[in-house]
Each structure stands twice: as structure tokens, then as C-alpha cells.
């Protein structure tokens, strides 16, 4: 099974900031790698498709890089409403696997 | 607007069943994969199933395996995950998501207690 691992644990942040998320696997999963944020109390909600591809309605401030092993989530700026858990998730093979998260805070 | 809404969460014995079931409503439900996930109390997402759109592939978690199944009814855009064997492991919010997570329902909780 591919193992995601999510750095760091937790990230402080200024308003305004740039923050930036690491998602690592133990093998290859090409660029079948999605990034989710979860706020409390709410379901997950999908920004990144395919490493890179922003999906429907995600600010530009967030972007998404990496394939094969190493994969980063970018906000370029950080707003309060940013404030959240954020999932990287591989689906290039079964099991689907999430990584454990991480939580951006406001410094 | 796109919609999922999960049902069928509650209260079960360790060793009992439930069967939960979403609703998909404004897409064509039968032309995605469908997915369940879920999150135990104050923990981290975890996959738990997904299956084709004509329910002829099904995957699962190890965890699950031999004790959950997940189907669907394409002509009631339905989904469903029967859940039998409990374990107090198995408690937390279990959603179900189109595809690998674009769309994703408000949740159902289920809680596996004695």
C-alpha cells in the first residue's frame, strides 16, 4: 500500500503569507494526486485534481505542484477563511489512501 | 446545484448492521464512480469504498473487507454502503463523494457502542 505523508503537522501562518503544504509518497503515484480542505464541522471540499488542476470555483491563490513522489500545495496568500485541515489523496491504485493532514493555522 | 445526501447513520451494537444510503440529485448519477469515506472522531479522512458505474467493480479498504458492501441503484441515483460485523473502530462520519471526491454529501454519523 502507498503511504501519503503530509508536512508539516501543523503550519502557522500570517494573514497575507504564503503558506505551503507537502504531500510525500512512499511510490510513485504519477499525478494522480488530489488536495482537499476540510473547515470544522464540514464535509471536505476538493481544490486540487491531477497534482495541478484547480477545480470549479478554488481561488487562484491556491495551486497545486509536484508528480511522482512530492507534491506541494501553494496559497500564495493566506485569508482568514483559509484557516482549515488540509488532505492530500492519491487514487492512482487501490487502495485510495489520504495522507493525515494538515492544519494551517493563523499566526 | 449538484447534490449528495447520506441517511441510515445511528446507533449499533458491536457485531450489529446498518446500511446507510445517499441520495444524488442534478447530475447523471449512473455515468460516475461513487466513493465512501469516512472520519472517526477528531481523526483524519480515510477511504472506505468506491464502486463503477455499474456496480460491476467494487474496491474496498482492507479494514471493511468481508464486511462492508457498497452498491448502487442507478434508476433511484442511489448509493448504498451495508455495513454488518461492527466494530467500535467502525464509529465516526462516514460521506459519500462522486468520483474521487468533487462533490461530497453532509455526512452521516454512525456510532458503534454497547
Known amino acids: 500500500e502507498i503511504v501519503l505523508t503530509q508536512s508539516p503537522a501543523t503550519l502557522s501562518v500570517s494573514p497575507g503569507e504564503r503558506a505551503t503544504l507537502y504531500c510525500r509518497a512512499s511510490q510513485s503515484v504519477s499525478t494522480n494526486l488530489a488536495w482537499f480542505q476540510q473547515k470544522p464541522g464540514q464535509s471536505p471540499r476538493l481544490l486540487i485534481s491531477?497534482?495541478?488542476t484547480r477545480a470549479t470555483g478554488v481561488p487562484a491563490r491556491f495551486s497545486g505542484s509536484g508528480s511522482g513522489t512530492e507534491f506541494t500545495l501553494t496559497i500564495s496568500s493566506l485569508q482568514s477563511e483559509d484557516i482549515a485541515v488540509y488532505y492530500c489523496?492519491?487514487?492512482?491504485?487501490?487502495?485510495?489512501?489520504f495522507g493525515q493532514g494538515t492544519k494551517v493555522e493563523v499566526k | 446545484e449538484v447534490q449528495l445526501v447520506e441517511s441510515g447513520g445511528g446507533l449499533a451494537q458491536p457485531g450489529g448492521s446498518l446500511r446507510l444510503s445517499c441520495g444524488a440529485s442534478r447530475f447523471t448519477f449512473s455515468t460516475y464512480w461513487m466513493t465512501w469515506v469516512r472520519q472517526a472522531p477528531g481523526k483524519g479522512l480515510e477511504w472506505v469504498a468506491t464502486?463503477?458505474?455499474?456496480?460491476?467493480?467494487?474496491y474496498y479498504v482492507d479494514s471493511v473487507k468481508g464486511r462492508f458492501t457498497i452498491s448502487r441503484d442507478n434508476a433511484k441515483n442511489s448509493l448504498y454502503l451495508q455495513m454488518n460485523s461492527l466494530r467500535g473502530e467502525d464509529t465516526g462520519v462516514y460521506y459519500c463523494?462522486?468520483?474521487?471526491?468533487?462533490?461530497w454529501g453532509p455526512g452521516t454519523t454512525v456510532i458503534v457502542s454497547s
Open positions: 491531477d497534482a495541478s
Open positions: 464502486i463503477n458505474q455499474g456496480g460491476g467493480q467494487k
Open positions: 463523494a462522486r468520483d474521487m471526491g468533487d462533490v
Open positions: 489523496q492519491r487514487y492512482n491504485s487501490w487502495p485510495w489512501t
